[in-house]
């Protein structure tokens, strides 16, 4: 059922909408802007509408618009103004400010029930639209990360490289890339550009496919002419890339370019295969090249062990690797311990974000390439894919409030008996089924609650088996229960698993941080939160 909230200090006025809409909709009220903003911060993108009076006490209508809007809620929420005051310039800063219509009073039922009815159905015909553009737009995106991955792969499969390579490469370009426009803006580079480097540099190694694999994978130390051949591999990639037969001149191919030909190159002019000097060389190949350099000291190799963390930043930073640019050595250790964290495992190694809600954010700014925006969605995703590694395992899910979708994991679904997307799964009767509609409400009503300094809270989750009466059917049943609820009880002859239900609430990272949705993972039991830090669990089945 939609969700209307009406914002009106006339407790008549309230019950005179509420009685015209509650037999269509789900009202709420509130008496002033205040409750009004924090009953939205509340429900945030569930409402579906709001009826908000333009004079009230405390915070009147007006700053409420203004409220909604710094916070982003106008995108998903209609707001329709009711008032007595047709004041033209009280109307126009209304609408200037976000609303999208108005009623007058004294209310005429037909004209509101029609108002908020052709709101609400225009609004979810656009997000619907919206979800249409991005679902295409994530196919085409999905497709080409995973041809251009598997290809990487593929080269990596011939040589002794670990085959995280590509993945840490890509995410320490990533990380530099970002730190580099924290301190510089001399490379005129955005979020649409630093994407492109990230997953174009997947293809750094692609020319070492045509070099023979005893020289790849030699144990010792290369010849001189062996080490000729080796250096080739920038220069054949480059020409493979160039002698495509079609779409040369689109961007990724271009970038792929330059990175493969140029990642060997070094600051001071003694790289190869061009003996390119300082900014010469593109700043992509520039920054792929260190995460390259910095991944190969740290990796052991058939003819090398694999140095610290330390060691390897000392190294680099004392030219023993080649010269590189000073402004990414600042970078470098400026990110030290990020970089330390993704190589030890602990947070990053998957660059595969979530791009159907990438994409449906962007569809919602009225900036497509909104740098700040974009970097904030690729920060979220940084954060869901750290939690995820931390408790690496597969029975794990997401709920994204702004999509109103929960997505499973494929071992998630298949236990739950549930598609492994379920859109509006608060009103999805399987799923309410499962859990219970109070306990569905008590774990939203925790997962708002909790801070963006500690967003961490975790249950006991119980899979409770028991036979039929008369029957060797078993049925399989699921109890989420907050551990300071005490002792939990089952039927006497029920076969009980217990799990642990790890969750982390998501928040936006403009002030003031907004609850936008949540994510979690079952681990077994007997293991403590400290699998947190790193140590494998084995998968719930």
């Not at 203004?66 to 800063?93: C, F, R, Y």
């Not at 974000?353 to 569809?363: C, G, K, P, Q, T």
Request: one cysteine or more; proline letters at 4%; aromatic letters at 8%.
């Amino acid at each position: 059922m939609k969700k209307i909230l009406i914002v009106d200090d006339s407790e008549m006025n309230r019950s005179m909408l509420s009685e015209m809409l509650e037999r269509e909709y789900l009202v709420f009220e509130a008496e002033n802007g205040k409750d009004a903003v924090s009953m939205l911060s509340r429900y945030d993108t569930e409402i579906d509408l709001v009826l908000l009076d333009i004079v009230m006490p405390e915070m009147d209508g007006l700053d409420v618009l203004k409220a909604m809007k710094k916070n982003g809620w106008l995108t998903d929420i209609p707001v329709i103004m009711i008032s007595s005051e047709m004041n033209p310039e009280v109307i126009h800063q209304a609408y200037e400010l976000g609303a999208t219509d108005f009623i007058t009073r004294p209310f005429d039922i037909y004209v509101v029930q029609r108002r908020c009815r052709n709101m609400i159905n225009l609004y979810s015909k656009q997000k619907n639209l919206a979800g249409m553009v991005a679902d295409q737009y994530f196919e085409r995106e999905k497709d080409s990360r995973l041809m251009i991955n598997i290809l990487a792969h593929i080269v990596e499969y011939r040589n002794s490289e670990c085959g995280m390579h590509v993945i840490y490469v890509q995410n320490y370009t990533d990380i530099l890339l970002h730190e580099l426009i924290k301190i510089t803006d001399k490379y005129d580079l955005d979020e649409t550009k630093i994407s492109l480097i990230i997953k174009t540099a997947a293809l750094h190694d692609v020319g070492k496919i045509c070099i023979p694999e005893e020289i790849l994978n030699k144990p010792g130390r290369l010849t001189d002419e062996e080490f000729k051949i080796m250096k080739s591999h920038s220069a054949v990639g480059s020409q493979m890339l160039a002698d495509l037969p079609f779409h040369k001149d689109e961007p990724l191919v271009k970038m792929a370019y330059d990175i493969a030909r140029w990642h060997h190159e070094r600051w001071d002019g003694r790289g190869y295969p061009d003996g390119l000097v300082g900014d010469e060389v593109p700043i992509s190949a520039q920054v792929v090249a260190l995460a390259d350099v910095y991944d190969a000291l740290t990796a052991e190799r058939c003819y090398k062990k694999a140095f610290s963390h330390a060691t390897a930043l000392e190294m680099i930073t004392k030219g023993e690797c080649g010269q590189f640019n000073p402004l990414l050595i600042t970078c470098l250790n400026n990110a030290a311990e990020q970089i330390r964290l993704v190589k030890e495992g602990n947070q990053g190694g998957n660059m595969d974000y979530d791009v159907r809600e990438f994409a449906r954010d962007l569809l919602k700014n009225e900036s497509l390439y909104s740098s700040d925006r974009l970097l904030h969605l690729l920060e979220y995703e940084k954060m869901k894919n750290r939690f995820f590694e931390g408790i690496s395992g597969s029975c794990s899910f997401e709920y994204t409030m702004n999509a109103k979708m929960l997505t499973l994991s494929p071992t998630a679904a298949k236990a739950l008996g549930l598609p492994e997307t379920l859109m509006d799964p608060v009103h999805n009767e399987t799923f309410i089924k499962i859990f219970g509609k109070e306990k569905l409400h008590d774990l939203n009503a925790k997962f708002r609650a909790l801070p963006p300094d500690n967003p961490i809270v975790q249950f006991c989750f119980y899979v409770v088996e028991e036979k039929k009466p008369n029957s060797d059917e078993v049925v399989r049943t699921f109890r989420i229960c907050d551990p300071a609820d005490g002792e939990v009880k089952f039927p006497e002859n029920a076969q009980v698993t217990e799990y642990k239900l790890i969750c982390r609430a998501a928040f936006t990272v403009a002030e003031p941080q907004r609850y936008t949705g949540v994510i979690g993972k079952l681990v077994p039991a007997q293991r403590e939160y400290d699998i947190m830090k790193g140590v494998d669990i084995s998968d719930f089945a």
